[in-house]
Protein backbone atom coordinates (compact mmCIF):
# COMPACT_ATOMS: atom_id res chain seq x y z
CA UNK A 1 0.00 0.00 0.00
CA UNK A 2 1.09 3.46 -1.00
CA UNK A 3 2.10 6.04 1.74
CA UNK A 4 -0.09 8.65 -0.01
CA UNK A 5 -3.20 6.03 -0.12
CA UNK A 6 -2.14 4.56 3.48
CA UNK A 7 -2.00 8.08 5.04
CA UNK A 8 -5.43 9.51 3.73
CA UNK A 9 -6.52 6.28 4.87
CA UNK A 10 -5.47 7.49 8.49
CA UNK A 11 -6.50 10.85 8.22
CA UNK A 12 -10.48 10.30 6.71
CA UNK A 13 -11.36 8.43 9.44
CA UNK A 14 -10.15 10.98 12.30
CA UNK A 15 -13.13 13.25 10.59
CA UNK A 16 -15.28 10.21 12.53
CA UNK A 17 -14.21 11.42 15.63
CA UNK A 18 -16.57 14.77 15.17
CA UNK A 19 -19.12 12.86 15.58
CA UNK A 20 -18.16 12.58 19.66
CA UNK A 21 -17.97 16.09 19.58
CA UNK A 22 -20.97 17.73 17.91
CA UNK A 23 -23.22 14.66 20.05
CA UNK A 24 -24.36 13.19 17.16
CA UNK A 25 -25.90 9.43 17.48
CA UNK A 26 -26.16 7.27 13.97
CA UNK A 27 -29.11 5.38 15.76
CA UNK A 28 -31.01 8.53 15.52
CA UNK A 29 -30.45 9.94 12.37
CA UNK A 30 -33.90 10.84 12.11
CA UNK A 31 -34.59 12.96 15.06
CA UNK A 32 -31.49 15.29 14.26
CA UNK A 33 -31.91 18.74 12.58
CA UNK A 34 -31.23 18.92 9.05
CA UNK A 35 -27.55 20.73 9.92
CA UNK A 36 -26.78 17.84 11.36
CA UNK A 37 -27.96 15.51 9.67
CA UNK A 38 -25.48 17.04 6.49
CA UNK A 39 -22.90 17.06 8.55
CA UNK A 40 -22.71 13.44 9.32
CA UNK A 41 -23.00 13.03 5.41
CA UNK A 42 -20.16 15.06 4.87
CA UNK A 43 -18.34 13.02 7.35
CA UNK A 44 -19.48 9.94 5.86
CA UNK A 45 -18.24 11.05 2.42
CA UNK A 46 -14.37 12.13 3.73
CA UNK A 47 -14.37 8.65 5.41
CA UNK A 48 -15.16 6.97 1.85
CA UNK A 49 -12.55 9.01 0.14
CA UNK A 50 -10.17 7.60 2.50
CA UNK A 51 -11.44 4.32 1.96
CA UNK A 52 -11.49 4.50 -1.69
CA UNK A 53 -8.32 5.44 -2.24
CA UNK A 54 -6.33 3.00 -0.17
CA UNK A 55 -7.71 0.30 -2.04
CA UNK A 56 -7.00 2.60 -5.54
CA UNK A 57 -10.84 3.40 -6.23
CA UNK A 58 -10.48 6.20 -7.64
CA UNK A 59 -14.00 6.14 -8.98
CA UNK A 60 -15.51 6.04 -5.45
CA UNK A 61 -12.97 8.98 -4.57
CA UNK A 62 -14.83 11.17 -7.15
CA UNK A 63 -18.27 10.45 -6.43
CA UNK A 64 -17.79 11.00 -2.81
CA UNK A 65 -15.88 14.04 -3.56
CA UNK A 66 -18.85 15.17 -5.89
CA UNK A 67 -20.99 14.36 -2.79
CA UNK A 68 -19.30 16.80 -0.68
CA UNK A 69 -19.26 19.63 -3.32
CA UNK A 70 -23.13 19.28 -4.38
CA UNK A 71 -23.86 19.47 -0.18
CA UNK A 72 -21.74 22.57 0.03
CA UNK A 73 -23.77 24.01 -2.76
CA UNK A 74 -27.19 22.80 -1.79
CA UNK A 75 -26.23 24.10 1.94
CA UNK A 76 -25.85 27.67 0.10
CA UNK A 77 -29.30 27.62 -0.58
CA UNK A 78 -30.38 26.91 2.93
CA UNK A 79 -32.10 30.08 5.34
CA UNK A 80 -30.03 31.18 8.04
CA UNK A 81 -32.66 28.93 10.25
CA UNK A 82 -32.25 25.54 8.51
CA UNK A 83 -28.57 26.40 9.36
CA UNK A 84 -29.06 27.03 13.01
CA UNK A 85 -27.29 30.20 12.58
CA UNK A 86 -27.75 34.16 13.02
CA UNK A 87 -27.93 36.27 10.33
CA UNK A 88 -25.05 37.71 11.41
CA UNK A 89 -23.38 34.86 10.89
CA UNK A 90 -24.29 34.16 7.69
CA UNK A 91 -21.54 35.65 5.84
CA UNK A 92 -19.07 33.00 7.67
CA UNK A 93 -20.66 29.89 6.99
CA UNK A 94 -21.01 31.16 3.63
CA UNK A 95 -17.12 31.32 3.00
CA UNK A 96 -16.54 27.74 4.82
CA UNK A 97 -19.26 26.06 2.56
CA UNK A 98 -18.02 27.78 -0.64
CA UNK A 99 -13.83 26.82 1.01
CA UNK A 100 -15.89 23.07 0.91
CA UNK A 101 -16.98 22.83 -2.80
CA UNK A 102 -13.98 24.33 -3.94
CA UNK A 103 -11.64 22.06 -2.43
CA UNK A 104 -13.72 19.39 -3.25
CA UNK A 105 -13.82 20.34 -6.92
CA UNK A 106 -9.84 19.74 -6.74
CA UNK A 107 -10.19 16.07 -5.29
CA UNK A 108 -12.84 15.70 -8.25
CA UNK A 109 -9.86 16.17 -11.06
CA UNK A 110 -7.78 15.08 -9.05
CA UNK A 111 -9.67 11.85 -8.52
CA UNK A 112 -9.95 11.50 -12.59
CA UNK A 113 -6.22 12.15 -12.82
CA UNK A 114 -5.33 9.38 -10.26
CA UNK A 115 -3.05 11.47 -8.81
CA UNK A 116 -3.10 10.27 -4.62
CA UNK A 117 -0.86 13.21 -3.43
CA UNK A 118 -2.42 15.44 -4.64
CA UNK A 119 -5.59 14.05 -3.21
CA UNK A 120 -4.24 14.02 0.15
CA UNK A 121 -3.31 17.62 -0.10
CA UNK A 122 -6.58 18.20 -0.88
CA UNK A 123 -7.77 16.16 1.85
CA UNK A 124 -5.45 17.75 4.18
CA UNK A 125 -6.61 21.69 2.89
CA UNK A 126 -10.14 20.57 3.61
CA UNK A 127 -9.39 19.36 7.11
CA UNK A 128 -7.62 22.48 7.85
CA UNK A 129 -9.75 25.39 6.05
CA UNK A 130 -12.92 23.91 5.91
CA UNK A 131 -13.59 21.50 8.54
CA UNK A 132 -12.12 22.32 11.47
CA UNK A 133 -12.23 26.02 10.81
CA UNK A 134 -15.90 25.79 10.50
CA UNK A 135 -16.40 24.01 13.57
CA UNK A 136 -13.96 26.23 15.57
CA UNK A 137 -16.42 29.02 14.46
CA UNK A 138 -19.66 27.35 14.95
CA UNK A 139 -19.22 24.64 17.83
CA UNK A 140 -15.72 24.60 19.58
CA UNK A 141 -15.13 28.55 19.88
CA UNK A 142 -11.99 27.80 22.45
CA UNK A 143 -10.22 25.88 19.27
CA UNK A 144 -10.09 22.51 21.71
CA UNK A 145 -10.49 20.06 18.49
CA UNK A 146 -7.50 20.73 16.65
CA UNK A 147 -5.81 18.76 13.82
CA UNK A 148 -2.77 17.55 16.36
CA UNK A 149 -5.61 16.03 18.36
CA UNK A 150 -7.25 14.13 15.74
CA UNK A 151 -3.96 12.97 14.54
CA UNK A 152 -2.57 12.21 18.40
CA UNK A 153 -6.36 10.42 18.88
CA UNK A 154 -5.53 8.19 15.64
CA UNK A 155 -2.54 7.10 17.19
CA UNK A 156 -3.49 6.45 20.82
CA UNK A 157 -6.18 4.29 18.64
CA UNK A 158 -3.95 2.41 16.79
CA UNK A 159 -1.34 1.82 20.23
CA UNK A 160 -4.42 0.57 21.84
CA UNK A 161 -5.55 -2.15 19.12
CA UNK A 162 -1.76 -3.21 19.39
CA UNK A 163 -2.18 -4.24 23.00
CA UNK A 164 -5.94 -5.31 22.38
CA UNK A 165 -4.18 -7.70 19.85
CA UNK A 166 -1.52 -8.97 22.10
CA UNK A 167 -4.10 -9.87 24.76
CA UNK A 168 -5.77 -11.78 22.08
CA UNK A 169 -2.89 -13.34 20.80
CA UNK A 170 -4.01 -11.66 17.17
CA UNK A 171 -0.69 -10.36 15.31
CA UNK A 172 -2.33 -9.81 12.39
CA UNK A 173 -4.41 -6.89 14.45
CA UNK A 174 -0.84 -6.04 15.80
CA UNK A 175 0.94 -5.90 12.80
CA UNK A 176 -1.97 -4.29 10.81
CA UNK A 177 -1.93 -1.08 13.17
CA UNK A 178 1.95 -1.61 13.56
CA UNK A 179 1.47 -0.66 9.40
CA UNK A 180 -0.92 2.42 10.71
CA UNK A 181 1.50 3.56 12.83
CA UNK A 182 4.43 3.98 10.31
CA UNK A 183 2.84 5.30 7.82
CA UNK A 184 1.05 8.06 10.35
CA UNK A 185 4.70 8.73 11.50
CA UNK A 186 5.67 9.25 8.01
CA UNK A 187 2.69 11.70 7.23
CA UNK A 188 3.14 13.35 10.29
CA UNK A 189 6.91 13.77 9.51
CA UNK A 190 6.00 16.33 6.54
CA UNK A 191 6.92 19.59 6.49
CA UNK A 192 3.39 21.45 5.71
CA UNK A 193 1.58 18.77 8.16
CA UNK A 194 4.17 19.91 11.01
CA UNK A 195 4.05 23.42 10.93
CA UNK A 196 -0.12 24.10 10.13
CA UNK A 197 -1.28 20.47 12.26
CA UNK A 198 1.56 20.91 15.25
CA UNK A 199 2.05 24.65 15.05
CA UNK A 200 5.97 24.15 15.32
CA UNK A 201 7.39 27.13 13.15
CA UNK A 202 11.48 26.76 13.78
CA UNK A 203 13.53 24.70 11.97
CA UNK A 204 15.07 23.21 15.46
CA UNK A 205 11.60 22.47 16.84
CA UNK A 206 10.90 20.23 13.58
CA UNK A 207 13.99 18.84 13.81
CA UNK A 208 13.55 17.65 16.98
CA UNK A 209 10.02 16.96 16.08
CA UNK A 210 11.32 14.35 13.38
CA UNK A 211 13.56 12.65 15.57
CA UNK A 212 11.04 12.10 17.93
CA UNK A 213 8.89 10.56 15.11
CA UNK A 214 11.94 8.76 13.26
CA UNK A 215 12.35 6.51 16.32
CA UNK A 216 8.25 5.85 17.03
CA UNK A 217 8.46 4.69 13.55
CA UNK A 218 11.36 2.40 14.04
CA UNK A 219 10.11 1.02 16.89
CA UNK A 220 6.71 0.63 14.85
CA UNK A 221 8.73 -1.13 12.02
CA UNK A 222 10.04 -3.88 14.50
CA UNK A 223 6.26 -4.09 16.14
CA UNK A 224 5.17 -4.61 12.52
CA UNK A 225 7.84 -7.09 11.39
CA UNK A 226 7.98 -8.96 14.79
CA UNK A 227 3.87 -9.32 14.36
CA UNK A 228 4.65 -11.31 10.87
CA UNK A 229 6.20 -13.52 12.32
CA UNK A 230 4.79 -14.06 15.31
CA UNK A 231 7.33 -13.20 17.70
CA UNK A 232 5.61 -12.26 21.24
CA UNK A 233 8.91 -11.25 23.05
CA UNK A 234 10.32 -8.86 19.40
CA UNK A 235 6.57 -6.78 19.28
CA UNK A 236 6.40 -6.47 23.56
CA UNK A 237 10.30 -5.11 23.58
CA UNK A 238 9.36 -2.82 20.90
CA UNK A 239 6.33 -1.77 22.11
CA UNK A 240 7.86 -0.45 25.62
CA UNK A 241 11.06 1.04 23.54
CA UNK A 242 8.47 3.05 20.91
CA UNK A 243 6.47 4.69 24.11
CA UNK A 244 8.74 5.27 26.04
CA UNK A 245 11.58 7.27 23.84
CA UNK A 246 9.13 8.14 21.11
CA UNK A 247 5.66 8.91 22.40
CA UNK A 248 6.31 10.09 26.13
CA UNK A 249 9.73 11.56 25.41
CA UNK A 250 8.18 13.70 22.68
CA UNK A 251 5.18 14.50 24.79
CA UNK A 252 7.60 15.72 27.60
CA UNK A 253 9.12 17.96 25.11
CA UNK A 254 6.38 19.34 23.38
CA UNK A 255 3.58 19.74 25.46
Request: proline fraction near 2%.
Amino acid sequence: MKICNTGILIMAPLLLLLFLVLGMSLTALADLRPISRSMLANLQATNTIGESLAIEDYAAVETAAQDLQNRARELLTWDVAQLGFTPASRAESDAYLKLQAEISGKIIRSARQKDAPAIVAGFSELLEKSCLACHSSFRDRQGMLKASTLFMTSFVGAWREINRGLLLNDFTLVERNARALVVMGQVMSWDSVIQTSFNLPKDAQRSKFREHLARMIAAAGRIEDGASRGELGTVQKALNEMWSMGCLSCHKEFR
